[in-house]
């Protein structure tokens, strides 16, 4: 024989899906594989340069780094958590050296795309295709840019297919500003009319506006981001100092010693964050990826 307990659940669950069935759901969007960290590392390593190098080895170095780092200081100290802190700051290493090579190199291209962009008008106004002004850019653009273009010139030649070779062309670039160029060249492509070479000059004057303003927004502000480095730093060193005279460690094997030595970290780590967002200008997002 059947429950009433059951058979009221089986009702209740029927009348539950009959009201839900009035409220239609939207389908859920498909997320964009974009903003996660294997991403930014990739973005970051071509931004620096290194566009043959795999976020997977830079892992891999981070974690070998640690690994010596580790073995050594423990051997040095016989202390685990000062041999865990110092093998924690060498996995990081690499992960910072990208980051801080990919800013340098963002920082010098933004003084570089005003030239680009006048390049290519130069290259419309004397008759050349769009994509033809983008391909001479090979040979008469900036020196750090001129493997970009000269693949896009490559597989524009093989493909004939230009908005793929855009696309293609800001994977090579992985630049914000990079990004904003090609998608404004593409819509002059895809509307045309006679407005190509004002869009581009306007894009310039931009371009370096914004250069100018920045680069002396970041001389005013570069000295909070120095002293948060210097104040982050100055304790590990002379915790560095403290390692040569081991008798001076033991007290950090204790329950304790764990104790200051994590809260002392996260206060570093937190203090550093907190500086740096104060005083750095906030990094620009590939938001037309």
């Known amino acids: 024989m059947i429950s009433p307990l059951l058979v009221g659940l089986v009702f209740g669950v029927g009348v539950f899906f009959v009201y839900w069935s009035f409220w239609p759901q939207q389908p859920a969007p498909k997320r964009a594989?974009?903003?996660?960290?294997?991403?930014?590392?990739?973005?970051?390593?071509?931004?620096?340069?290194?566009?043959?190098?795999?976020?997977?080895?830079?892992?891999?170095?981070?974690?070998?780094?640690?690994s010596v780092a580790l073995v050594l200081v423990l051997a040095l100290t016989r202390v685990l958590p000062i041999a865990l802190c110092f093998a924690l700051m060498a996995g990081a290493l690499p992960l910072s050296l990208v980051r801080m090579r990919a800013r340098k190199r963002?920082?010098?291209?933004?003084?570089?795309?005003?030239?680009?962009?006048?390049?290519?008008?130069?290259?419309?106004?004397?008759?050349?295709?769009?994509?033809?002004?983008?391909?001479?850019?090979?040979?008469?653009?900036?020196?750090?840019?001129?493997?970009?273009?000269?693949?896009?010139?490559?597989?524009?030649?093989?493909?004939?297919?230009?908005?793929?070779?855009?696309?293609?062309?800001?994977?090579?670039?992985?630049?914000?500003?990079?990004?904003?160029?090609?998608?404004?060249?593409?819509?002059?492509?895809?509307?045309?009319?006679?407005?190509?070479?004002?869009?581009?000059?306007?894009l310039s004057s931009f371009l370096r506006e914004d250069a100018r303003t920045r680069s002396e927004l970041e001389t005013r502000q570069s000295w909070t981001v120095n002293a948060a480095r210097l104040a982050a730093g100055a304790p590990w060193v002379i915790l560095g100092l403290l390692a040569l005279n081991g008798s001076s460690l033991t007290a950090y094997s204790s329950p304790t010693g764990w104790v200051v030595l994590a809260v002392g970290a996260a206060l570093c780590a937190l203090a550093y964050r907190a500086m740096v967002w104060i005083g750095r200008l906030p990094e620009e997002e590939r938001v037309l990826r």
């Open 33 to 66: 594989a974009r903003a996660g960290f294997m991403l930014n590392l990739r973005d970051h390593l071509t931004q620096a340069g290194y566009s043959s190098v795999t976020p997977g080895n830079v892992i891999l170095g981070s974690v070998v780094l640690f």
């Open 106 to 202: 963002r920082n010098k291209l933004r003084d570089l795309w005003p030239d680009v962009v006048d390049n290519i008008t130069s290259g419309v106004r004397a008759g050349l295709a769009l994509p033809e002004a983008l391909s001479q850019l090979a040979i008469r653009g900036p020196a750090e840019l001129r493997p970009a273009f000269e693949a896009f010139a490559e597989d524009y030649r093989t493909t004939g297919r230009f908005q793929d070779c855009l696309d293609r062309l800001k994977d090579r670039l992985s630049d914000p500003v990079g990004d904003r160029i090609v998608e404004s060249l593409r819509i002059a492509r895809e509307v045309g009319g006679s407005d190509l070479g004002r869009l581009l000059r306007t």
